[in-house]
């Protein structure tokens, strides 16, 4: 009789061992397939923007890298213009792409764009040259120990920062199906941080990011928050001292230059800010924490709808608001400025007031504005107010009202920090019925 042979069964652990190993080892295929095509994906992106931009510079990278943490990476990549192109060269050392997943990564799933997205640029270097003379003309003159462009030139490396380098972020992320937040960061040197937070409304915005479609025609975009963020405590530190030590003063000084200049290039546009406000913002020069500017309307705001308003308007339609050293916000309140006029008295029996604005002038030009009203500001933070009575290539006179009298007062060349002359237009005031006449 023969003997029946019986099938040996494999046990349901060892089958969902096997299982599993074979899932393991397509997923992980699946993974790396995915990552090299990211990678091919990106880098040949790069490959046609560089042939894009070839007629203006030379875009570069060295590596491009797709994590399974859902981490796209691009080493190095930089942008060195031509001689033709009228932007420095920027060169960074990591740009980070952090994806919700790996699968969001690759574009497979979600079928578009993640809900949330953000982006870090490491090592960035804008190469603008501070060891050479920036261009003149930078309306915040005055800003820093002099004017400032002249500060760019004094270097970074005596205040103590050296030729920084900044790290940028980026990101968004959907609040609502009909409201997206951005937000952007810059750091510099370890010692400003500058930071942009917005939250948008645009209906259908949600569904373009998932579809990576753009969001519906007719749709109106508006905003619905805003703020922006300074932080610059241990630069304004470093700042006010090394500006005490170069002008001859004490750190208080150079707050109140600051301050003063701030006040006097607003007032130059036409407005003035409240005294809270300049206490905000004396504050803040001061080395007292950040600098924070705020609007948060009662509803959202469409821009198109800013148009023709004057800055007051604007200000009060987006409820902006400024705090420093997290002290409590206040409105950002602006009113309309104009020069005080310059009171001359005449033998005809009537008064001449004259009302303007003061205009910043180089000193090769002086010799066009004699006789005329100039304000002098020195390196030692002094102010002269007086009529220009003479110039020549190494000093400037001007008459002024100095204790005990008036007198004629020489200021060298080599003192003056800038120069400003009061442009009129003149009225005629009668002293009898105080009426003007044009």
Not at 393 to 419: F, H, L
């Amino acid at each position: 009789m023969a003997r029946r042979r019986y099938k040996r069964r494999t046990p349901l652990s060892t089958q969902l061992f096997r299982l599993l190993l074979i899932i393991l080892v397509a997923a992980v295929g699946f993974g790396f397939y995915s990552k090299w095509k990211v990678e091919q994906t990106v880098a040949g992106t790069l490959d046609d923007w560089a042939s894009q931009v070839a007629p203006i510079g030379d875009l570069r990278y060295l590596n491009v890298t797709a994590g399974l943490d859902g981490v796209l990476s691009i080493d190095g990549l930089s942008f060195y213009p031509s001689d033709a192109a009228d932007v420095p060269p920027m060169i960074t050392e990591k740009i980070s792409v952090a994806f919700p997943h790996f699968l969001a990564m690759t574009g497979i799933y979600p079928s578009g764009l993640p809900r949330r997205l953000s982006a870090t640029a490491e090592g960035v270097r804008f190469d603008v040259g501070l060891s050479g003379r920036t261009v003149s003309g930078n309306p915040f003159e005055a800003l820093a120990c002099g004017d400032i462009t002249e500060f760019a030139v004094l270097d970074l490396e005596a205040m103590g920062f050296g030729d920084p380098t900044a790290m940028i972020r980026a990101g968004y992320g959907v609040a609502a199906p009909d409201q997206l937040d951005i937000s952007l960061t810059q750091t510099t040197g370890g010692f400003a941080t500058a930071g942009l937070e917005a939250r948008l409304q645009l209906p259908g915005i949600e569904s373009a990011i998932r579809n990576r479609r753009p969001p519906p025609t007719g749709g109106s975009l508006a905003i619905v928050s805003l703020s922006i963020t300074l932080e610059a405590a241990d630069f304004n530190v470093a700042r006010n001292k090394y500006c005490a030590e170069l002008l001859g003063g004490t750190p208080l000084d150079a707050v109140a230059a600051n301050v003063e200049a701030t006040l006097a290039t607003i007032q130059d546009w036409g407005w003035t800010p409240s005294e809270a406000v300049l206490d905000q913002y004396e504050s803040f020069i001061a080395g007292a924490g950040k600098l924070v500017l705020s609007a948060e309307p009662a509803t959202p705001v469409l821009p198109e709808s800013l148009a023709g308003l004057t800055p007051v308007q604007i200000i009060e339609r987006l409820n902006v608001r400024l705090s420093a050293a997290n002290r409590e916000p206040v409105p950002l309140e602006l009113a309309a400025y104009e020069a005080p006029p310059v009171e001359v008295e005449e033998g005809s029996g009537q008064t001449i007031l004259r009302t303007g604005e003061w205009l910043l002038v180089d000193f090769e030009e002086l010799g066009q504005h004699l006789g005329e009203t100039v304000q002098i500001n020195t390196r030692q933070l002094r102010r002269y107010d007086g009529r220009l009575e003479g110039v020549d290539d190494s000093e400037v006179r001007i008459a002024t009202r100095v204790p005990g009298g008036d007198a004629v007062v020489p200021i060298a060349r080599s003192q003056i920090r800038n120069i400003k002359v009061f442009k009129v237009r003149q009225e005629v005031v009668e002293p009898e019925t105080g009426d003007k006449q044009p």
